[in-house]
């Protein structure tokens, strides 16, 4: 198996400051990726450059909050491009608001617009901005983060759950716009993860995971993993995919 099979390859990856954007930005250095990592906070991002740079990969931090609307997104992508040296090979949308369960009727009209406009609109944008780029060179791989909670519905998580269903159409929309172009457009479906954050809520998902058939949460190496695979050559004519990885909750 070739250890380096991103080398040469340069990438962006939307909330890469923690969780799993931050094991995925690893990740893709580690399979000799050139990482733009990016997120509201300086510190931790630096953290995550220095982690990847300290075990021999390539990466660099672009400071950015896409809660600023269109134009933060239109200074990322350019700022992310110059960063990588030019070029952008690979897009990860990650970034995402996550939102606590609750009744639709409680839901607010500021939550449903910062959840819809980090998680759908800044995506759609990024796309937009990235994709023609890699579609002229007839090379590119884009690869979205979507959810169970896109795929299942459930009782409090209706916000969440439609803005990652949006994260799978578009997902399927652009690999039909950009895969004859040469650009592979493909996602993955988590379950729950085991994030620094989801660890401080493991009491609450305990109950969440009896449903699971393999009963835990995946770790961030193991849907990191799926990614960087789906970036890379291996994954040469994966268009449109969007994988499940929940332990078998999708597919019982
Ligand atoms: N965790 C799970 O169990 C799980 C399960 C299924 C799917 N997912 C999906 O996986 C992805 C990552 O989730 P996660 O749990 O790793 O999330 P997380 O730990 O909350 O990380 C979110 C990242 O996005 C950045 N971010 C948040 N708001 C931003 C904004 N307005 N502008 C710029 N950056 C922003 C954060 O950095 P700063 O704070 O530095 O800005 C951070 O790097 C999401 O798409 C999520 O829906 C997660």
Redesign the pocket.
């Known amino acids: 198996m070739n250890p380096s099979p991103l080398s040469g390859r340069t990438a962006l990856v ?9 094991g995925i930005a690893v990740a893709l250095a580690r399979a000799g990726g050139h990482v733009v990592v ?4 300086r510190t ?2 630096q953290q995550v450059v220095d982690r990847i740079q300290s075990s021999g990969g390539s990466a660099a931090f672009v400071a ?4 600023a609307g269109a134009a933060a997104v239109r200074e990322l992508a350019s700022a992310a491009t110059r960063a990588a040296g030019g070029r952008l090979d690979i897009l990860v949308n ?5 939102i606590q369960p609750a009744p639709t009727a409680d839901v607010t009209d500021d939550q449903i617009t910062d959840a819809f406009g ?2 759908v609109i800044t995506p759609f944008l990024l796309t937009g901005l990235l994709a023609p780029a890699m579609a002229q060179r007839g090379d590119g791989a884009i690869v979205n ?5 896109g795929i299942n519905g459930a009782a409090g998580s209706a916000l ?1 759950g439609a803005t ?1 269903a949006s994260v799978h159409l578009l997902t399927k929309a652009w690999a039909a716009e950009y895969g004859p172009s040469g650009v592979r457009v493909n996602a993955v479906a ?4 085991a ?4 660890e401080e809520f493991a009491h609450g998902i305990a109950p969440i995971l009896q449903r699971i058939p393999s009963h835990r ?1 995946s770790t961030v190496d193991e849907v990191a993993s799926v990614v960087t695979f789906l970036a890379g050559p291996g994954a040469g004519n994966v268009h449109g995919a969007i994988w499940s990885i929940d332990g078998g909750t999708t597919a019982v």
């Open positions: 939307t909330g890469s400051t923690s969780g799993l954007g931050a990016t997120g509201r906070t931790r991002g950015v909050d896409f809660s990650n970034v995402a608001t996550l980090v998680s983060i979507g959810s169970i909670a969440y990652k988590p379950g729950p993860i994030t620094e954050r989801n949460m």
